[in-house]
């Protein structure tokens, strides 16, 4: 009897692969200059909470806008960063996909047309791209590599860049004035920090690196668990999450589905060497991974990438800023297998499996 998927990827290997496979050729981030303590906005709480949030979360701090950044500037700074890195101009570009949740430009006003990926596209030099918005929530950049992978794969195009710009962190300043306990269903605004971050993917030459596998589900049951809407004169949004309904309901689907993944591959949970999954909290990645290494009796190669301790929680971008804080450290060596893990409200879980070449590598870590 075949065996149920739930994820929606590349089917197994018939005999008839796509003509092409895709490489990651640059990776770019953005971050705003100011740094906001996690004691800092815990000081600006309107009541008595006795919160102790960086303990809860591990969150030191995170970078935040104060008006002078939005999610279109976060996204074309980081844009050009990634070509910068990938040492290719904007008009090679095919094919601009933006996929922030937040689309802020010029104030707390999402402008939805024109779209944020004409912007960034005309902003950047990439005219004769073209441009389109996939929002996803937290798992939209990896979804939108998925979209891009396929594309590429199949020929349609040779090259995309996947860019995102999160203004974001407005939502624990409206948290702040309301939140009185550790209940709260906006405690998780809290942890949000802003980020630009941007991806190019081209045709892979022969012996390069190259994306593995991309996969994608939602389990739909737990959608209402993390919803964000206009609320009363707050700027704006609100957000309001059960945390810890998220955090279970993850971490019942995601050894299931990781095992797909790696079934699909042909590979274990130990050929991984790195894992970067969504940045919520620190503590929140610890015990998912320790799930995930409890489920297979064996664990990566190395601990899950750790970064939300100096960024927060950056949304769709958050995967980015921790592959581009680890290459800057030289932390992954070229042939390294990363899986980058979506864990998104929706709830939205997918995995990419990717390697990266000596040519990516080595323009991280050191000046140019």
């Keep these: ?7 929606v990827m590349e089917p197994p290997s018939t005999g008839a692969e796509p003509p092409f496979r895709t490489r990651l050729a640059g990776a770019g981030r953005h971050l705003p200059s100011t740094r906001l303590t996690t004691e800092e906005l815990m000081s600006t709480t309107r009541h008595r909470t006795h919160i102790n949030l960086e303990r809860l979360t591990g969150i030191r701090e995170r970078r935040v806008s104060v008006g002078d950044e939005d999610s279109y500037s976060l ?15 904007a008009s090679s570009v095919d094919a601009v996909i933006s996929c922030s949740i937040t689309k802020f430009r010029g104030g707390l006003t999402q402008w939805l047309e024109p779209t944020m990926s004409s912007a960034v596209a005309q902003a950047i030099g990439a005219e004769n791209a073209m441009t389109f918005d996939l929002s996803n929530a937290c798992a939209g950049m990896l979804s939108g590599v998925t979209v891009a992978n396929n594309w590429i794969r199949q020929g349609v195009i040779e090259r995309a860049l996947v860019v995102s710009g999160e203004y974001i962190s407005q939502l624990g300043q409206n948290a702040a004035r309301h939140i009185r306990s550790i209940m709260s269903k906006e405690l998780a605004s809290l942890t949000l920090g802003d980020a630009g971050a941007a991806l190019l993917l ?3 030459p022969t012996g390069s690196g190259s994306i593995t596998l991309a996969g994608f ?34 971490m019942d689907n995601t050894p299931m589905l990781l095992e797909e993944v790696l079934d699909s591959a042909g590979i274990s949970i130990h050929d991984i060497d790195h894992v970067i999954t969504h940045q919520t909290s620190a503590r929140a990645i610890r015990k998912g991974m320790a799930r995930v290494s ?26 980015t800023v921790a592959l581009i804080e680890e290459l800057e450290a030289r932390h992954i060596e070229p042939g390294e297998t990363i899986a980058l893990i979506a864990l998104a409200s929706g709830l939205e879980i997918g995995v990419v499996l990717m390697t990266l070449d000596e040519e990516l590598v080595s323009r991280y870590g050191h000046e140019d």
């Excluded at 964000?228 to 309901?249: Q, S």
């Excluded at 409890?294 to 995967?319: E, K, L, Q, W």
């Design 1 to 7: 009897m075949a065996r149920n998927r739930w994820l």
């Design 75 to 89: 996204a074309t700074a980081a844009a050009l960063d990634c070509l910068d890195k990938a040492h290719q101009e």
């Design 202 to 204: 081209e045709r892979a």
């Design 217 to 250: 589900t939602t389990v739909a049951d737990y959608s209402r668990l993390c919803l964000g809407y206009p609320k009363g004169a707050d700027p704006g949004a609100r957000m309001f999450t059960d945390a810890r309904g998220i955090h279970r309901a993850a």
């Design 294 to 319: 409890a489920a297979f009796g064996d664990a990566p190669r190395h601990d899950a990438v750790i970064t939300v301790d100096r960024y927060g929680n950056t949304a769709s971008t958050t995967h």
